[in-house]
Nanobody
Framework: QVQLVGSGGGLVQAGGSLRLSCAAS????????MGWFRQAPGKERAFVAA????????YHTDAVKGRFTISRDNAKNTVYLQMNSLKPEDTAVYYC?????????????????WGQGTQVTVSS
């Protein structure tokens, strides 16, 4: 059973930056692909970014390409989401998720473990 604890959210002005972290309890963290999703008020949960087990392969949804970067540190059992040039439309609860296996997915159903979510609010 993988436990994920997200942190790093907060309130920031448009154009600012935040770095989200997600710490995993699993000693075999490197066996999992990791993803970040977000859910804005009144909207469905949406894919943001994903990374494979080794960190050599990443994918970001078009809405965040060039602004957000997913990375991981397997020695620290942690995945990160660096968010720059934040916009009000990035406001959402951000969730990290883990999928057993080496490859990432954009589908939420592929992820068996989820963090509790961390709120990101971007003011205009």
């Amino acid at each position: 059973q993988v436990q994920l604890v997200g942190s790093g959210g907060g309130l920031v002005q448009a154009g600012g930056s935040l770095r989200l972290s997600c710490a995993a309890s699993e000693r075999t963290f490197s066996s999992y692909a990791m993803g970040w999703f977000r859910q804005a008020p009144g909207k469905e949960r949406a894919f943001v970014a994903a990374i494979n087990w080794s960190g050599t392969d990443t994918y970001h949804t078009d809405a965040v390409k060039g602004r957000f970067t997913i990375s991981r540190d397997n020695a620290k059992n942690t995945v990160y989401l660096q968010m720059n040039s934040l916009k009000p439309e990035d406001t959402a609860v951000y969730y990290c998720a883990a999928a057993y296996g080496s490859s990432w997915s954009v589908e939420a159903s592929a992820y068996g473990y989820w963090g509790q979510g961390t709120q990101v609010t971007v003011s205009s």
